[in-house]
């Protein structure tokens, strides 16, 4: 077994939509990226590549390269799963910790979930994601952007 920790942070923007968990969220800012900017999936990415002792998300997936311009998170996490079981390994589970002020994401917290187990073949019950805010301190707390950290259990398959 090994285990693997991600984190990523994106600056919030008018004219971007937002994306967290592979869910489209109403709200009139989104995150600023090469790609989706989904916190959520690229810190869950980067935690799997770690536990794999593989490189990190910028390096599979460069914001030079305009293959991934827009390219969805879960597009992004297919790929890592790929890579994992062509290792041989599987996904045992996932936590995940997100920090921002607003939106409020507990309503399509079920919808993320549901969205990465179905990308990784492994049950709802396997995934966790959760909400905190900075309580006003900071960038985050001051609403310029937002963060997620993840982290990630996998094994070698028998």
Do not use: W
């Amino acid at each position: 077994m090994r285990i693997g920790l991600g984190y990523d942070i994106h600056r919030f923007a008018s004219g971007r939509r937002l994306f967290l968990g592979g869910v489209e969220i109403p709200h009139p800012r989104g995150l600023i990226g090469h790609s989706d900017a989904d916190i959520i999936l690229h810190a869950l990415c980067d935690a799997l590549l770690g536990a794999m002792g593989e490189a990190d998300i910028g390096v599979h997936f460069p914001s030079s390269d305009p293959a991934f311009k827009d390219a969805p998170g879960l597009k992004l996490l297919e790929q890592v799963k790929g890579l994992l079981q062509g290792a041989g390994f599987r996904v045992v589970n996932a936590d995940v910790m997100v920090i921002l002020e607003e939106p409020k994401i507990a309503p399509y917290i079920p919808e993320m979930k549901k969205r990465i187990s179905a990308c990784l073949g492994i049950p709802v019950s396997d995934i966790a994601i959760k909400a905190t805010t900075q309580e006003g301190l900071g960038s985050i707390g001051a609403k310029e952007g937002a963060a997620a950290h993840a982290v990630a259990l996998i094994e070698k398959k028998d």
